[in-house]
């Protein structure tokens, strides 16, 4: 594992150069240029043919640079070799790491059984399925994660059974919205999956009618046409309830409701007490 880790092999000199990438500060996923000289990156920047920032950068993606040179940055295993909080820590190599990592698993699992063992993880969408299947692989059914089973999986798997993939909202195509409705989220700051700030700010400029669902008193609540400020926990009542009133005025689309949904009268039957 060191040689691909640690190698120390000089990279020649290639000159000050630009790669395409993504920035990754928040789950928006702007566009971004990465510029190099030599062996260090000099300049992070928005990329203007990117769809969906067009080549606007948060404060958060101008400051990756900083993120990525941090000193305090972890770039390699550390073990504590003072008492815990004294911040006493010792270099390691990769193998020694994974050596002692794997020996501690075998013997709690062959002392108490693998579902002793609970794994966590903290928020860095593009490693979840990779520790949840670890967790799995080893044995135990104890996996802790900040949210993600309760909202992105199901989302993404919900996405992938009735679209086929999980949709990116962009609100900058050719057809801008002419209503645009915020649910339980603030996307001006949060970015979430691709719905960038920049786009709905450049959307909001059109004027379109807003409604917004929010416990909260947003920025985006006090320009709201409409603000349901309901209860948390209630979203599901409310969104059964709107059920119940668009198939009770049959305002559903029929045919697509025809040829693309099943059990939809078993629906109907169900949101009919809200």
């Not at 070799?81 to 990769?94: L, M, P, Y």
Request: hydrophobic content about 35%; overall charge neutral.
């Amino acid at each position: 594992m060191n040689k691909f880790v640690n190698s120390n092999d000089d990279v020649a000199d290639q000159g000050p150069r630009s790669y395409k990438s993504a920035c990754r500060m928040c789950h928006g996923g702007c566009g971004v240029l990465i510029h190099v000289d030599d062996r260090n990156i000099t300049k992070i920047e928005g990329d203007p043919s990117n769809p969906m920032n067009k080549g606007k950068l948060c404060p958060l993606g101008a400051a990756s640079l900083e993120q990525i040179y941090n000193p305090r940055r972890l770039k390699y295993p550390m073990r504590r070799v003072g008492a815990r909080g004294e911040g006493r820590w010792k270099r390691v190599s990769w193998d020694e790491a994974y050596d002692e990592m794997v020996n501690k698993i075998r013997q709690a699992t062959e002392k108490d059984g693998a579902e002793s063992i609970w794994v966590g993880t903290g928020t860095g969408r593009h490693h979840f399925p990779f520790v949840s299947r670890f967790a799995n692989a080893i044995g135990t059914p104890n996996w802790c994660e900040p949210g993600t089973a309760q909202c992105f999986r199901p989302r993404v798997h919900g996405s992938i059974i009735t679209m086929g993939q999980l949709p990116i909202c962009t609100y900058t195509n050719e057809i801008y919205p002419e209503l645009i409705m915020f649910w339980g989220h603030n996307p001006i700051y949060s970015g979430p999956d691709g719905e960038l700030g920049f786009g709905v700010k450049e959307a909001l400029a059109r004027k379109p009618a807003t409604i917004v669902v929010d416990p909260r008193e947003t920025w985006l609540a006090k320009r709201a046409d409409i603000w349901l400020q309901l209860r948390p926990g209630t979203d599901d009542a409310l969104a059964l309830a709107m059920l119940n009133v668009i198939i009770g005025e049959e305002l559903e689309d029929k045919e697509f409701v025809e040829k693309w949904c099943h059990g939809f009268e078993d629906l109907a039957e169900r949101v009919k007490v809200y």
